[in-house]
Each structure stands twice: as C-alpha cells, then as structure tokens.
C-alpha cells in the first residue's frame, strides 16, 4: 500500500504516460509556451512550459501529465460511432467515454436515432442557427467550463446577451461560487488575496476541506517548505488523506529519499462542521483578547454585533456541530494567536455544503480578528479547479452583471437584457419544467457535475436542442441528450491557431501560443461563437462577428468592458502577461463602498446527532480524475482498485456488523445505489465517502441560499446490507 503522496509512483506514471503517446510529443507538449490545462495553481504560458509565474521550473505533476495525454489520444474511428449506440454508450463508465480518443468531426443525434452519425460543419451550423432564429432567447441557455479560454468566453456571453438572454452561468456554480459571494460580501472581492510569493513567508498556513496532494500537487511543494523552514500547516478535513501527512515532491531529491511531512497538525472535523470550529477559534481569541484592535477599529465593520454574537455561543453546541473538544480548538487558537503571517486555503470541504457561503465567512472573520487580511504575506486562498474558472467569471459570465462592467456594456451600445438570469441548477431545473429549447454547453460535462442524476438527465431529453463543443466524449454525450444534440470538435488549448489567454487562482493572467497540430476538421471555440453569432445576429455596425474570429480584436473589446483587464489590449503584441490590478490585498484597504471590510456573524447550523444507520455523506474525486473526467480507476493514494466502494469508519462498520468488501445499498432521499462495496478507511465516525460524479445520483438539488450552490458534501444516506 502507498504510504504517501508523490514520490516513485508518479515518476512511474509519468513514464508510463511518456511511453504511451511518445516522449518526445509529451515533452514538446509540456514545454510548449501555453498554460497547464488542469488546476489553476498555473504554471507555463509566456516564461515557457512547467514554469510558475516566480519562474520557477520544473513545474509539472501527475494531473498535467493525465490531461495532456488524453488529449494526445488518436481520433475516435467513424466505426465506433456505428458500433455503440446510445443505450450502449450509457453503459460506459467517465473513464471509458474519456479513452475512446479524440471527436474529429461533428456527430448528430436526432429524435428517433439509436446512434450518433458523423455530418458535416454546415449540417450544424445550419441546425443550430434554424433553431436560435425560432427560438425565444429567454428559453435558451448558456453553460461554460473552466477549460475554456477568456477570449471564448468573453464572446460567447456577449454574444448571448445580444441575442437576448442573461441565462448565462459557468462551472463555478458548482465549486467556488460560494467563495466569491462570501469574499466579496467580506471584503468586496470575490478572488483570492494573495499572490503566489505570500506562500514563501506565510509560518502558518490553514489547510481547509481540501486535497491538493490529489488535486493541486504542485501546491504540496510550497506546503512542504512551510513545514521546512519552522512553520506549520493545519489541515483540517474529515477525512485522512495519505498525501496530506507525507508527500515525496519529485523534483526534490532530500524530499524523494525522505519524504516530507505536510500537516503539523490534522484535525478531523465533522463534515459541514467548519462553521462551528471557526465560531469556536474566534470564541477563543475574542476571549483571550488576542485581537488585533487597531486594525478592527480603522479597517473593519460589524465587529460589535459579531462579537456579541460569538461570545454568546455555548462549548456544547460547538462541540456537537464541529465534532471537535473545547480543548482541541483552544490548542489550534493559541497556534492561531502565535503565528505573525497566516495563509486561509480552502476547497470545496467547505463550499459544497449548504452553508458553504457562512463558512467562507467565518473564515474571513477569524482572519479579520487578527488583521491578518490586507496584510502582505497573509490573507485568503479559496483553491480554484480548473485553469480557467476564475477567467470566465472574470470576463462576465455569470447571470448578473457588476455595476461597472454593465455601464460599459451599455457604453459599448449593447442593450443587455432585463430579465433575470438563471444559476446553473435553475436553467438545469427550468429545463425539467419543460422551459428550455436550447442549451450550448462550451465544454464540460454539465450532466456529470450535475445533482441528481436522474432528474438532470430527465431534463435534458426536455430540451428541444442541446449543442456541445467538446475535444473527447463523456457521460453527458451519453445521459445528457436533447431531443436534437450536437457535439462539436474543438482545439485544445495547445492546438489553438491563435494566442489565448487565462486566469490563475492568484489572478495571474497567462498567454498560451497554441500552435500544435493534432488533428484535422477542428475548430477553435472562438470559430464556433464567431460563426454561429454570424449567421444568427448578422454583422451590424455595432459588432462584426467574422472579424471577431481575430482574438486580438475580441481582447480590446475586453480591455474596453472588464476593469482591469486593460492591459489585454496589446498582450496579443507584447506577450506580457500580468497580476490583475486591485485583487490582491496588501494594505488594510478594501474594495467595498466604505473601503473597510465586514464582519458578517452566521449562527452554526443545526446538526442534530446522526441517526442510527445514518451517515453524512461526501462526494469526492479520486487521485486519478480531473473534476468529472475519470483517467484512471484505481484511486492510488487511498488504495482503492475500483470507485463502486462506500469509505466508512471502521468502528462504524464494526457497529453494523460489516466486515471489508461487503456489498451494500446506498441510500438517500434522492436516489439508490446498490451493489456497492464497504470499506474501512481513516474518517470522522459518522461521514462516508464516495466518488464523484458516479454519487450525484444519490445527491439532491438542496442548495445554498447564498450562492446557489449543491450542497454535494451535505447529503445524508443510510448504509444497508445488499441482498
């Protein structure tokens, strides 16, 4: 069994990945000028391949290598198409649709259709304009993937907008978005406060319903040298994550032979019981009066009201809701108190429960209490997924628009509509109402990440055409059909004729060249807009879409509409790449109307004991996928072989008589799932893990009131022998 994170094992993977598609393709590929196409920690773009923006290199992990192979892949043979049809099809698993190889040409399902045909671009691009032009615009919506680039996205809204609908949302719905509103509600940003150099100063870094060692590897080698030089990493997380307590950076020779241990401290909180525990470390520095008063009197409001309201909260009811003693969070409050640069990091632990946004908030108040916001060196980190999620929220796409990026819109003469816009899970809902006609997915797998699977793929087959433009197959293609449904090949990013551009978790924003040739017969999702917005709006005075094919002449549309995005103007020209002005916040001054950020008290949820047979139930990834994408089935660092398996405390499973690999029945008030294997693993007693996005049939459409967001990690299930 692995014993950490890291190490040979990736080093093996690598290898085996390098001798698949050829070493020589892998390593002009990872060098290539062009942005990593996975998490948004970011590496590569103009200082070359497999570097950071401190520069520097080997910046490259185990998910970097996972994506660009994939995309290496060989074409999917028009045989395929012929062979599987869509009842077949739906019996493949993520990783099986993910390795059928690259889509090279337009496919088409029709009412009646058992299989997928091969047509031709105009076949497409005439359905799809036929039905934009008989389609109310308010009956159509628009959903967008973090792998996008900001170019695309930016001209896909836009167009949309002038087309005459705001039903305009992306991935971030379901991962960060709870983030964003709570930060910006805090502290009027809704990004991250720091940039990448913080992390070399920080002696205290919170770790928060996260696991990067999976998902953000590259992030393990700032963490490890925190622990190097004296300071510590508090992980706090329901779950035992093997990378999280050793990992071996490859890169590091000392780390490689010894390893390197990540949390001085690992608490193993109640799922959904961060609130609780950070109401109960501010109780703990508010009653040892280890504030920081000179910078809650100029800097902060609400801190009254705040602390009138912590003070009043009982041990009891904290330790019920975090799962965590008094005396456990007094000891975490004193390493609190000590440390002089503090670094907030959290994922979705904390924001896919359904009080995701009160727990961000927390977060920022426990950091406020000590000024440890607005401070170099210190601050907030909300771990973004994908590369280029934080990019498209960045350039607009989202139902509603900011104040400043709707006045210079409306400068521009566009006339946005007035309706109000859909989230995510309401166009998805709205679709089950039979009010949607047509919907384009710009990449993702809408269906995957969607709750309730059976209710998601019920309202799909509502909507009269569903377009995706997408580089290989996943389970939407198969359980996500319209009616109609095209699914258009498009470039990977490294493959884009022309530079594009994204954004990193620190608000870095990077030039990729594109420039690899793979494939014939694709087009780049900015062909796609650009054409579709051709046929369907025409070219007037105000945009003309052909001439918008050009990214240089979309990015000074940008500069002109999206505050700090002037310098997009000319990074066509000048390839220089830059920090995003006014995100990160190292002076006590904050972007809200007073200048001043808030303490914002939220009361700890009501978690009543767990009945009994009763488990919280969290969805997780494993270390060989990439949010919906499955590249591997094993799940190394937590030694599983397959994902069909329920992760339970083995006094939990002792309790009900459960011995290891005994199938179970997996039940929720949403749906079933039987014939899945218990396992004993190191979890809070109480919680039970299984993987994503298998799980979401189990998940319901429960959601933050805040943020909109599915409470994935909030579902409750009952665990019964399978007969």
Request: with cysteine; proline share 4%; glycine share 8%.
């Amino acid at each position: 069994l692995i014993k950490h994170g890291g190490g040979w094992p990736a080093i093996w993977y690598t290898l085996k990945m390098g001798r698949k598609v050829g070493f020589r393709k892998m390593w002009k590929a990872l060098s290539s000028k062009n942005t990593c196409k996975t998490c948004a920690l970011g590496m590569g773009g103009q200082s070359g391949g497999m570097r950071n923006e401190q520069n520097h290199w080997p910046e490259v992990c185990k998910k970097s290598i996972q994506a660009m192979a994939a995309d290496m892949q060989g074409a999917i043979q028009p045989e395929f198409f012929k062979r599987f049809s869509i009842d077949q099809l739906r019996q493949f698993s993520p990783r099986e649709m993910e390795h059928a190889g690259r889509i090279t040409t337009p496919l088409l399902l029709t009412p009646g259709d058992t299989h997928y045909k091969p047509v031709s671009w105009d076949d497409v691009f005439g359905r799809i304009e036929s039905k934009l032009k008989k389609t109310e615009p308010d009956r159509s919506f628009f959903y967008f993937s973090g792998r996008s680039s900001n170019e695309a996205g930016f001209l896909l809204q836009l167009f949309a907008r002038i087309y005459g609908t705001n039903h305009i949302n992306n991935c971030s719905f379901y991962c960060h978005q709870a983030s964003g509103v709570g930060l910006t509600g805090s502290l009027g940003t809704g990004t991250a406060t720091v940039e990448l150099e913080d992390l070399d100063h920080c002696d205290l870094f919170f770790l928060i319903g996260a696991n990067p060692s999976s998902n953000h590897p590259r992030l393990l080698t700032k963490l490890k040298n925190i622990r190097k030089r004296g300071g510590k990493v508090i992980v706090i997380n329901p779950v035992v994550e093997k990378g999280l307590v050793e990992f071996r950076v490859p890169s590091d020779p000392m780390s490689m032979l010894f390893g390197s241990k990540i949390a001085s401290d690992y608490i193993q909180v109640r799922p959904g019981g961060d609130l609780a525990l950070f109401s109960g470390l501010a109780k703990t520095i508010l009653d040892k009066g280890q504030i920081n008063s000179n910078f809650i009197e100029s800097a902060t409001e609400g801190f009254e009201h705040f602390k009138k309201n912590i003070q009043k909260l009982s041990w009891a009811d904290i330790e019920l809701s975090s799962g965590i003693s008094p005396q456990e969070i007094e000891s975490i409050g004193q390493h609190y108190a000590k440390a002089k640069n503090v670094i907030f990091s959290w994922c979705m632990g904390i924001t896919h429960h359904t009080h995701g946004t009160a727990t961000v908030q927390s977060i920022v108040n426990l950091a406020l209490l000590r000024g440890l916001v607005g401070k170099k060196h210190s601050g907030l980190l909300p771990i973004r997924g994908h590369s280029n999620v934080q990019g498209m929220g960045s350039m607009a796409v989202t139902p509603t628009l900011k104040k400043a990026v709707f006045d210079r819109m409306t400068d521009e003469g566009v006339s946005v509509p007035s309706t109000k816009g859909y989230d995510t899970l309401a166009c998805v809902q709205a679709a089950q109402n039979s009010d949607m006609d047509f919907a384009f997915c710009l990449g993702g797998n809408l269906y995957g990440s969607n709750p309730d699977s059976s209710a998601t793929a019920d309202a799909f087959s509502k909507i009269d055409t569903v377009v995706y433009a997408s580089t290989t197959l996943n389970t939407g293609h198969a359980w996500g059909t319209g009616k109609e449904t095209i699914i258009l090949p498009v470039l990977a990013r490294d493959e884009e004729k022309q530079s594009t551009t994204q954004e990193s978790m620190f608000s870095f924003v990077r030039l990729s060249d594109g420039g690899i040739n793979r494939h014939q017969n694709l087009k780049s999702e900015v062909e796609v807009i650009s054409e579709i917005a051709s046929r369907v709006l025409g070219n007037d005075k105000l945009f003309n879409w052909e001439e918008l094919e050009d990214h240089n002449s979309i990015r000074k549309i940008i500069s002109r509409i999206i505050p700090g995005f002037e310098k997009m103007n000319s990074i066509g020209e000048t390839k220089n790449e830059f920090h995003i002005p006014g995100r990160i916040l190292h002076t006590p001054t904050f972007p809200t109307e007073t200048g001043k950020a808030n303490f914002v008290y939220h009361p700890i949820p009501n978690l009543e004991p767990l009945k009994e047979n009763e488990f919280q139930l969290l969805s997780v990834r494993s270390e060989g996928q990439f949010n919906t994408v499955v590249y591997e089935d094993d799940d190394l660092y937590r030694g599983q072989d397959r994902r069909n398996v329920v992760l339970m405390n083995k006094k939990d499973m002792d309790r009900l008589g459960f011995i290891k690999d005994v199938r179970v029945i997996v039940k929720s008030k949403t749906g079933v799932m039987d014939n899945i294997l218990a396992r004993p693993f190191d979890i809070k007693r109480g919680a039970a893990v299984m993987y994503y996005p298998e799980v979401n049939s189990l998940i319901s459409q429960d959601v933050d009131p805040l943020s909109q967001t599915p409470g994935f990690k909030s579902t409750l299930v009952t665990v019964q022998p399978f007969s």
